[in-house]
Nanobody, 124 residues
Framework: QVQLVESGGGLVQAGGSLRLSCASSGSTFSVYAMGWFRQAPGKEHEFVARISWSGRSTTYADSVKGRFTISRDNAKNTVYLQMDSLKPEDTAVYYC?????????????????WGQGTQVTVSS
């Protein structure tokens, strides 16, 4: 059984930064792609970023490109999302999800494994 636990959310002013973490249980973290998604109130789930199992390939939504950085530390079974130059429209619950084996692909919801999410609120 895989558990994903996010942390690092909070309230920040526009232009500020936050770093989200997603810790995974289990010993197979390093062979799976990982992704970050978000959901704002009344809106659909939105893809944010993904990283390949090796960490060599990353992909971002156009809305966050140049501001967010996804990374992973396979020794710590953790994936990160560094969020800079935050905007009020980035306000959402952010959650991580496990993707495909030996891949860079993370399917859209429903996911096989995902965390409960962490709230990010950006004030103007």
């Amino acid at each position: 059984q895989v558990q994903l636990v996010e942390s690092g959310g909070g309230l920040v002013q526009a232009g500020g930064s936050l770093r989200l973490s997603c810790a995974s249980s289990g010993s197979t973290f390093s062979v799976y792609a990982m992704g970050w998604f978000r959901q704002a109130p009344g809106k659909e789930h939105e893809f944010v970023a993904r990283i390949s199992w090796s960490g060599r390939s990353t992909t971002y939504a156009d809305s966050v490109k140049g501001r967010f950085t996804i990374s992973r530390d396979n020794a710590k079974n953790t994936v990160y999302l560094q969020m800079d130059s935050l905007k009020p429209e980035d306000t959402a619950v952010y959650y991580c999800a496990r993707g495909d084996l030996y891949s860079e692909y993370v399917p859209r919801p429903p996911h096989d494994y995902w965390g409960q999410g962490t709230q990010v609120t950006v004030s103007s």
